[in-house]
């Protein structure tokens, strides 16, 4: 064996050093860089049904135990449960609440308020305004359950009507049938008045006729009644209940309208589910239905603030001005402080326990919303964008704005309630997308805090993400975890929650808990989280240690706060998960890992199940599946993390790990096989082709290497400030700066170098992590580029070698000459130039060839080509996208073949010419060989030789000058792509498109040296 040359033993320990700084770059990111954790669940058969199916399960499940899941369900205001007088009860509580009162409403456009006032009278109401809608209708494009989402929507969110200047206006003049006959009941009912409802959504006014609640006139019952009800007896067969025994004009409708068909028609989920709610939404004691009217009604105590009176001692009992609410919530906790539990925080006349209590039972009720199923499943499969901020637009797009109805806010609505609407305070917004994220799994807080002086606020932070969202809107504002107040009275996780005001701590999570999570808070974003006390009349800040001694104080002396309910045996489960499976158990930052599990129900019935995945006892996603009796099922995740270390994994009762390695070992791999194919080279001088081979790759290799870095130069070198601001010019702040983490921004040069070239080596061009990946977008559309140019390129040579060859025979003439000089002159023409004529005339003047119909490029924006490439992904095979384009390539194909003829034509003729004064060509012709067959058979086959070196060169320039031929012709390739980032300096996408094209021409150029070398025995021949 041959000894190494000192200049192979430098390359070779070059080779090393690079491998051990980049793992160093590696282990430094690990230790000081930003982590981001991102959760894409891979849902391959799970649908927005799926998840309402789980959610509606899961809530009716866990209401046999929890309280909040009980009153939730009443909140939601369904019709499937034991007592639909509830809802009378409710509207009629909230009626007198509001009868002849002065209310006030408040609507906010940016920074201003707008407030009106006005005397409500229920006379004032007319009911003839209205038109009626089906449920079906409301929740079209949701997924709805046909019985289960059958709903009376609240009487509040039903009459209230808001103008402000024309600017804001909430008018419904939509309605059920039910909401209308309710309103009528209301208005003009006794006590031997009953609403009907049937299987078709009808409904009907029953007070010795039957009045139609479409038209409020006499007429015929149309469908099969499945219940009738006023707030004192109820017949409901569905839901076991039968009071025609204590009324007998209940009788009599039942004896004369009830048929044969007394419940509804239900799927197969909705049979399996309705027993658990008859029995979970029972209520068996005075507190429980007061509570659950309560809950309905979703009213709190509204407390109209007087500084005086706190200076003259008085408590809230003074100035409640809704006494009925209030002395139903004393009714069910008598043994708590009036002035305790109703809280004011001057000068607001609302933030009491009750505004607590009331909030997290709609948050519980939000779960069976079809309206947080859908947005759910966006906060889990939206892998293109960020998920967080499409839960943010499609929350957005329901029309929701900031509007406090009745009182300032002395109303919650769900979430159904606020799209009906169109309004909601922030803290109805911060429960709507606290539900969708509890249902979609990814933990979140709901956080309540007091600017001093100027105004309470709720926000949602979600750790997993790192985002905030304020009126269900991620905003970017993070120098303090409060969005604006950063004085904590409120705080809300998973099942927990505690009201925190110095001199007041109540709720079910213990203060050293509710310690703990503040510290939490306070170390995510380095804030000095501070608290609030209220005394005399006015409010104080206390620092974070003052909070926390009161929180430790507090521990010794701390009851939780229950509500009250009959404890149910919890639901024998059916369903078994089996353990799961990780792959791969170690991987590198960034690479995604896959954890699976097998679901069964070895029930007779027919099983919603949740799954929920935990990583290090953190909750980050969630995934429902129904199953029929003993049907099998997989359910996936793919988890991606960034920071290193090993992570605990567990799903359900199953447990495991996985862990992401310290040095990235796909890089030493890379160092590896370059010194493999450099010691191939040296010691394999015997195989010729391989040898040659393996020194054109490692060339290729580091030629990308060397193209990449000047791409990296070139690209921080171009002015205009902030790329992140030039590719995401309106975006949130908070996403700006995770693009700038992820993409190094923020350290020194050399390791945003580093960064960007295990990116590029990696393939990963995601813009931030969960993104949609350039090179995808660029791997996509490659095909058609190859289609254009490499039909182009081989059409030209092919040309150019025939008519090299035939204009090579025979005299000159004045034909041979000016074909060669039109050649020339197209060839000299810039392509896009030709490219711009030739469009004009031959597609938009006199409609000879077809344009292109497939763009990528449809949007006013660069996320659009993102867009448009995953909608055509999902739409169209290629097959069918290649029958599309063909005929429409034809015009871009004459004017690159027509550009590119000239090259081919000359290198053959000239080569040509050359060889044929070489002496085989004379013997052949010694021989009597005919000149045709020497021409084509001797002189030709050696011209080819350089022909084909030179395409491959070539092919640098054709794929250059293709860049604006894509663009004139609106070809949906790279190049295209390539010029719409560079309008934006859209790094992911450059620095995609110029990899991917680089890769192209160096195999391409790699594999003309290798035909060359077959065909010429004496290349790689090296003595």
């Keep these: 064996m041959k000894k190494m040359s000192r200049k192979s033993i430098t390359l070779v320990i070059g080779l090393f050093l690079f491998g051990f700084l980049f793992g160093i770059c590696e282990i430094q990111h690990a230790v000081t860089g930003q982590s981001f954790s991102v959760i894409t669940n891979n849902y391959t058969n799970t649908t927005p049904a799926e ?62 308020y707008i407030h009106t006032t006005s005397t409500f009278r229920p006379d004032d109401v007319d009911l003839h305004q209205y038109r009626i809608m089906k449920i079906s209708d409301f929740y079209e494009g949701y997924p709805v359950l046909p019985f289960l989402d059958q709903r009376a929507f609240s009487l509040s969110s039903t009459i209230k009507k808001l103008n402000v200047q024309q600017k804001y206006v909430t008018n419904q003049d939509r309605i059920t049938q039910l909401n209308k006959a309710i309103l009528y009941y209301l208005k003009e009912g006794d006590t031997n008045t009953y609403l009907m409802y049937c299987d078709d959504e009808t409904s009907y006014i029953c007070n010795g006729s039957c009045l139609s609640a479409d038209t409020l006139e006499e007429t015929s019952i149309t469908g099969n009644p499945i219940l009738i009800f006023n707030e004192y007896n109820v017949w409901y067969p569905l839901m076991g209940r039968d009071d025609t025994g204590k009324d007998a004009t209940l009788k009599t409708l039942v004896d004369t309208y009830a048929t044969d068909v007394q419940t ?81 925080i001057p000068p607001f006349p609302f933030g009491g326990v009750d505004y607590a209590l009331i909030n997290e039972v709609i948050k519980r009720g939000n779960y069976v919303s079809p309206v947080t199923a859908h947005l759910a499943h966006a906060a889990v499969t939206e892998s293109e964008e960020d998920t967080m901020a499409a839960v943010s637009i499609g929350y957005r797009d329901m029309g929701c704005s900031w509007c406090a109805l009745w009182i300032l806010g002395m109303q919650g609505y769900t979430i159904d309630e606020t799209m009906y609407t169109g309004g909601g305070t922030c803290q109805v917004h911060a429960y709507n997308i606290g539900a969708v994220l509890d249902v979609a799994g990814i933990d979140n807080y709901i956080l309540d805090g007091y600017q001093i002086g100027k105004a309470t606020h709720l926000i949602n932070y979600v750790p997993l993400y790192d985002v905030v969202f304020t009126d269900g809107q991620i905003v970017g504002d993070l120098t303090t975890i409060l969005y604006c107040p950063k004085y904590f009275m409120f705080l809300s996780h998973e099942e ?39 005394t005399d009349g006015q409010t104080y800040e206390i620092s974070h240690e003052e909070l926390r001694d009161f929180l430790e104080a507090e521990q010794g002396k701390f009851e939780s706060l229950e509500l009250p309910i009959t404890v149910l045996p919890a639901k024998p489960i059916h369903t078994r998960v089996e353990p799961l499976k990780i792959n791969p158990k170690a991987v590198d930052p960034g690479e995604p890992v896959t954890i699976t599990v097998g679901v069964t129900n070895e029930g007779d019935h027919v099983e919603s199940r949740a799954v929920t995945l935990k990583i290090n006892g953190v909750r980050e996603a969630r995934q429902y599946i129904t199953l029929e009796p003993g049907e099998t099922t997989t359910m996936s995740f793919v988890v991606v993390k960034e920071k290193r270390g090993t992570y605990h994994v567990e799903v359900d009762n199953s447990e495991s790990t996985f862990r992401v390695r310290w040095v990235s070992f796909s890089i030493l791999g890379g160092c590896a096989v370059i010194i493999a194919a450099f010691l191939l080279i040296r010691y394999t001088g015997r195989l010729r082709l391989l040898k040659l081979a393996a020194k054109k790759t490692t060339a290729g290799l580091i030629t990308i290497f060397l193209v990449m870095s000047m791409l990296f130069l070139l690209l921080h070198a171009v002015p205009g400030g902030d790329p992140v601001d030039r590719i995401y010019l309106h975006g949130n702040p908070v996403l700006k700066e995770r693009i700038r983490t992820y993409w190094g921004m923020d350290k020194p040069l050399f390791y945003q170098y580093v960064l960007y070239m295990k990116k590029a080596f990696t393939f990963n061009f995601e813009l931030w992590p969960n993104a949609m990946n350039a090179s995808h977008v660029i791997l996509y559309v490659l095909p058609f580029t190859i289609l254009l140019f490499g039909t182009a390129t081989l059409l030209s040579y092919l040309l150019g070698a025939l008519l090299g060859s035939v204009l090579l025979s025979g005299r000159k003439s004045r034909w041979r000459s000016s074909l060669v000089y039109t050649f020339i002159l197209f060839y000299v023409l810039p392509a896009f130039v030709l490219g711009i004529f030739f469009k004009n005339w031959f597609v938009f003047k006199w409609y000879i060839f077809p344009p292109v119909s497939i763009s990528v490029v449809k949007g006013h924006t660069i996320w659009s080509i993102y867009e448009n490439v995953a909608v055509m992904h999902a739409t169209y095979t290629y097959t069918a996208l290649f029958k599309t384009l063909l005929p429409e390539m034809v015009l871009p194909l004459i004017v690159l073949v027509l550009v590119g003829i000239a090259r081919p034509l000359l290198l053959m003729r000239d080569h040509m010419a050359i060889t044929l004064g070489e ?51 609106k070809w949906p390739g790279v190049g295209y792509i390539l010029f719409e980032g560079l309008k934006v300096l859209s790094i992911p996408l450059i620095s995609a498109a110029i990899f991917v094209l680089t890769c192209v021409l160096v195999v391409s150029m790699i594999t003309a040296d290798l035909v060359s070398a077959y065909l010429d025995p004496r290349i790689g021949v090296v003595k």
């Design 919 to 969: 002496p085989h060509v004379v013997t052949a012709r010694a021989k009597g060989l005919k000149e045709r067959a020497i021409r084509f058979r001797h002189v030709a086959r050696n011209a080819l030789l350089p022909l084909v070196n030179d395409a491959s060169v070539n092919l640098v320039y054709i794929f250059g000058g293709g860049i604006l031929i894509e663009y004139v012709f």
């Design 264 to 344: 509804p028609v239900l799927t197969s989920f909705e049979e399996s589910i309705i027993e658990d709610l008859a029995l979970v939404t029972a209520l068996d004691a005075e507190d429980q239905f007061t509570m659950a009217v309560l809950c309905a009604s979703k009213t709190y105590a509204y407390c109209e603030y007087e500084e005086e009176w706190f200076e003259e001692g008085g408590g809230p009992e003074d100035f409640i001005t809704n006494d009925e609410v209030a002395e139903k919530w004393m009714h069910i906790f008598p043994d708590l402080d009036s002035q305790r539990f109703f809280t004011v």
């Design 496 to 534: 927990q929650w505690a009201y925190i005001v110095k001199n007041n701590y109540i709720g079910l999570l213990s203060p050293l808990e509710a310690e703990e999570y503040l510290s939490f808070l306070k170390k995510q974003h380095h804030d000095d989280i501070r608290g609030l006390t209220s």
């Design 51 to 112: 998840i309402h199916k789980g959610a509606w399960a899961l809530t009716v499940d866990t209401a046999r135990t929890n309280p909040y899941y009980k009153y939730g369900i009443y909140a939601s205001r369904v019709l499937a449960v034991k007592h639909p007088e509830v809802y009378l009860k409710a509207d009629a509580m909230f009626l007198r609440a509001v009868d002849n009162k002065e209310m006030k409403s408040n609507v906010r456009r940016g920074t201003e």
